[in-house]
């Protein structure tokens, strides 16, 4: 029982969100929502000793057979596993939760198997700094309003594509579906929908001049 | 004799403990090796006596050249081996025993002479027990003629029938059925080299051409492997193995090659290895399936079904040779109320892993269920949530609170963390002071505890929503 909509994460890329603690619910609420929405396989890499994820509390995110979860007991397992992951193409989404932050090589080697792959890479952990991710969200919720939905702030922090978005979502508690509300924040395009598009870093090739580039832009 | 009694005469007396399984694993081996002889090999390890090995002989002697022949063929193998053995051959298994056991080393009797030539041996030849035994030496009957010799009635009615039948066995009088090793050939094969090799490269290739010869072999017998070993004897005369597993019983050669390629770095070569063997140590039967890239027969596989099913096997092979088979693992619902046991966690190796669909939850459940952490607070609260607590060292005012959701334990099952008794569940919406964001929690308290006990902490967070 999910249904589509955002927030949408670009094929073949890795993002970052941020969370604060182990097993941060938040963080793991948008990771659910964007495995929901892209549908597939999800490779859920946890490691052993965080908090369980809880397949009954993700009713209306993503339906818990569709995801593998791998418990892995030191870091270096769990990146291998998510490069290995989303380099095979046999899963749509990789979810990598950390308790270390990634580093610049890490993520730059994540990043290259999810271009090979064409899977989503979401990892999952603490503010990694400069690394090679597509975008980073921080998550959290706000004090809920009048109903009992619990409500979701899901704030781009970083977007190499253009400006950062700023969304807000609640989820009924009965049902824990989703609803996006109106989100705030100057972002010329709220969904970002996929598809192929120019842009001059997240390019797979990655090796365009910026003249290749700004002729690109004139004729578009 | 006691071991302290054999020790007192010999000071340095080694010791070893009786390993019967292991004893047990060895004659099956020997079995093995000695179906080489006759298809009908047959093992009796009885507890307390050394193992008898039994080759039904019959119309398999002439291909050895005789009788005689044979029994030096197989004296010389299992010498070769450094064992010990006593034989002897005769119509039947009881007279071929008595005449291993207690007649001279390599007895023969000719057809029809095995009464003449176990007569004279002791009545313990018979395999009879001890205490039967010592009666029948103390009443005269030394031997088995003497055994014989007595009218049957008073035997069995004296020393019991199966001292009767022991004795019409080994006579062949009554029928004497053996019940013979199956004839499994383990999925296994093996490449001596002419000269010993080293590199990973080489180990790999060698490993090829055995997957070619293995994989041909299982698909014949319609098997596919789910655990294969790969052993290395060094020209040292050193050894070493190494093993993977498969998701899904498989016999594709490029796969399983894969899958070893991470493994053969760990093998150590020493001065160079000079054969190897593969062995298929878990078989399971797999149907021959029609090989279409891009038709894909069951369309509405969830997984994708086809080439991307396969796909996923292969990679989750490839992870959880790395971080194990029990660290992969698919979720089903559980038919239990009690939130950490409301839900399975199955080896995605599993062949029944995955669900039928997940049951709508009664009533909301936290996305991270946390071993429940106390709340502490200054005012000790009883039927609603306390208004202030502290969580995580965090002072929190609760905002909202939903509840209670009763959940009481299972009597049937004695889990330590519940014997607090039943436990109200609430949903509650913290906020810290100064602070914009919420949390949601799932916290309880344990009402059946008796308030005087520890008033101040029965209450616990046990899940996070946000």
């Known amino acids: ?220 | 004799m006691a071991l302290a009694d054999a020790r007192a005469i010999l000071p340095n007396l080694g010791m070893a403990a009786q390993d019967t399984e292991r004893d047990e694993a060895f004659l099956r081996a020997l079995g093995r090796w000695a179906q080489r002889f006759t298809p009908s090999v047959a093992i009796e390890a009885r507890a307390g006596s050394d193992g008898t090995l039994i080759l039904n002989a019959g119309g398999c002697a002439h291909l050895f050249g005789g009788e005689i022949r044979m029994l030096c063929e197989i004296g010389d193998g299992l010498a070769r081996f450094g064992l010990t053995t006593r034989m002897g051959l005769a119509d039947t298994r009881g007279g071929a025993v008595a005449l291993a056991r207690f007649g001279e080393a390599g007895r023969i009797a000719p057809p029809g002479g095995t009464r003449q030539m176990i007569e004279p041996l002791p009545v313990a030849a018979l395999g009879l027990e001890a205490g039967r035994c010592a009666d029948l030496v103390r009443l005269g009957m030394r031997t088995i003629h003497d055994l014989a010799a007595l009218p049957r009635a008073s035997v069995a009615k004296r020393f019991g029938v199966e001292t009767l039948r022991l004795l019409d066995r080994a006579l062949g009088v009554e029928a004497d059925p053996l019940a013979p090793l199956a004839q499994t050939a383990p999925h296994a094969v093996r490449m001596s080299l002419p000269e010993p090799i080293g590199t990973t490269g080489a180990v790999a290739g060698i490993l090829d051409a055995l997957l070619a010869r293995l994989c041909a072999r299982l698909e014949r017998e319609g098997l596919g492997a789910r655990h294969l070993d790969l052993s290395i004897r060094r020209a040292d005369g050193g050894s070493d193995r190494t093993g993977v597993g498969l998701m899904r019983p498989g016999r594709d050669a490029r796969t399983i090659a894969d899958l070893f390629a991470r493994k053969l770095d760990d093998l150590d070569a020493g001065f160079g290895i000079d054969s190897l063997r593969l062995h298929a140590t878990r078989v399971e039967p797999l149907a021959a399936a029609q090989i279409a890239p891009g038709s894909d027969p069951q369309g509405s596989d969830p997984q994708g079904g086809g080439a991307k099913g396969e796909k996923l096997d292969a990679l989750l092979g490839r992870i959880a040779n790395r971080v194990g088979f029990d660290a992969v693992i698919r979720l089903a619902p559980a038919e239990s109320h009690i939130p950490e046991r409301s839900w399975l966690r199955f080896s995605a190796a599993h062949p029944e892993a995955g669900s039928d669909g997940w049951p709508v939850p009664r009533a909301p459940r936290p996305v991270t269920i946390l071993t429940p952490e106390a709340l502490t607070m200054e005012v000790a609260a009883t039927r609603r949530p306390p208004a202030r607590f502290v969580w995580r060292r965090q002072l929190f005012e609760t905002v909202r609170a939903t509840g209670p959701e009763r959940i009481t334990p299972e009597w049937w099952l004695d889990d330590p963390a519940w014997r607090t008794g039943l436990r109200d569940y609430w949903r509650i919406e913290a906020v810290r002071p100064a602070a914009s964001c919420a949390r949601r929690l799932w916290v309880y308290h344990t009402p059946e505890v008796p308030p005087e006990s520890s008033a101040l902490s029965r209450w616990y967070v046990h899940g996070v929503f946000a």
């Open chain 1, 1 to 220: 029982m999910t249904e589509r909509g955002g927030p949408y994460l670009r094929d073949g890329r890795m993002h970052e969100v941020v969370a604060g603690e182990a097993g941060d619910a938040a963080a793991r609420v948008f990771a659910a929502r964007v495995a929901g929405g892209r549908g597939g396989v999800c490779l859920w890499i946890a490691g052993a000793r965080m908090p369980p994820l809880c397949p009954h509390g993700l009713a209306g995110l993503v339906d818990p057979d569709a995801l593998i979860v791998v418990e892995v007991a030191a870091p270096l397992d769990g990146l291998w596993t998510a490069e290995e992951g989303l380099r095979s193409g046999a899963v749509g989404m990789v979810v990598l939760e950390s308790e270390r932050p990634l580093d610049l090589l890490q993520s730059r080697r994540l990043q290259l198997a999810a271009e090979a792959g064409g899977a989503t890479g979401l990892f999952l952990g603490p503010d990694s700094g400069n690394t090679a991710a597509e975008t980073r969200w921080q998550c959290r919720a706000l004090p809920a309003t009048g109903s009992r939905a619990i409500r979701f702030d899901w704030r781009q922090v970083k977007n190499r594509r253009g400006p950062s978005i700023h969304r807000e979502a609640q989820r009924d508690e009965a049902t824990g579906r989703m609803h996006m509300v109106a989100a705030s924040g100057g972002g010329a395009s709220l969904e970002e929908r996929p598809g192929p598009g120019p842009s001059l870093r997240g390019d797979s090739r990655g090796r365009r001049t910026l003249d290749a580039l700004l002729a690109e832009r004139g004729g578009a």
